[in-house]
């Protein structure tokens, strides 16, 4: 019973350095979106996807990529990190993606850039 | 546009008290709206929704939130805290763009003390 997955759980990257944030999940869930967490400022959408094949940008999706190959998979993309991009992040998924259908989160990843 | 704002960013309780924590939102639409709560390191859980019908809710453990239309609010109670309740509370509202694109608050820490 994982639910939403991700890997790593922490990291430290270099200005300009790339790296992917990986998110799984076993729920067979549509609907796939990260956010990101930075104190006081509560939580932030910054891509999400309704299905395997459609991605669509939220609030604050500068400098960030992502994909959506496969219904389980929903990976993040930093292509050249910025301390901008310190934060928290959490990948979630619903069923349905509606807008009555809860999140299910995944215990997120924290992310240092110096 | 959606917007939340709860009004304490953080709440000293004693154990065994009665809690309320504040959610005010705005929005143009219908809304759903949600109370999630986040432990120390772990991501965020899903503790009660509104989507229709009945203006009270509850949720898990011992949590109820009222949605009051008039008023736009959404508060969360509690009439009698643990020590395991301290965690970072966080409202959120839907019903904008037709998926779960939430609109977050910028939370609330309930700080619970013996």
């Known amino acids: 019973n994982a639910g939403v997955t991700q890997t790593p759980k922490f990291q430290v990257l270099k200005t300009g350095q790339s790296m992917t944030l990986q998110c799984a999940q076993d729920m067979n869930h549509e609907y796939m979106s990260w956010y990101r967490q930075d104190p006081g400022m509560g939580l932030r959408l910054i891509h999400y996807s309704v299905g395997a094949g459609i991605t669509d940008q939220g609030e604050v999706p500068n400098g960030y990529n992502v994909s959506r190959s496969t219904t389980e998979d929903f990976p993040l993309r930093l292509l050249s990190a910025a301390p901008s991009q310190t934060s928290v992040y959490f990948c979630?998924?619903?069923?349905?993606?509606?807008?009555?259908?809860?999140?299910?989160f995944g215990n997120g990843t924290r992310l240092t850039v110096t | 546009a959606q917007s939340v704002t709860q009004l304490d960013s953080q709440v000293p309780v004693f154990e065994e008290a009665p809690v309320e924590l504040r959610c005010n939102y705005s929005?143009?639409?219908?809304?759903?709206l949600f109370w999630y709560v986040q432990y120390p390191n772990q991501g965020l859980q899903l503790l009660l929704k509104y989507l229709s019908g009945s203006t009270l809710v509850k949720g898990i453990n011992g949590f109820e939130a009222e949605f009051n239309k008039s008023q736009t609010s959404f508060h969360l109670r509690k009439p009698s805290v643990h020590i395991s309740d301290t965690a970072e509370y966080f409202c959120a509202v839907s019903g904008d763009s037709g998926y779960s694109t939430l609109t977050f608050g910028k939370g609330t820490m309930l700080l619970v003390s013996p």
């Open positions: 979630a998924s619903s069923s349905t993606g509606g807008d009555n259908s809860p999140l299910h």
């Open positions: 929005s143009s639409v219908s809304v759903y």
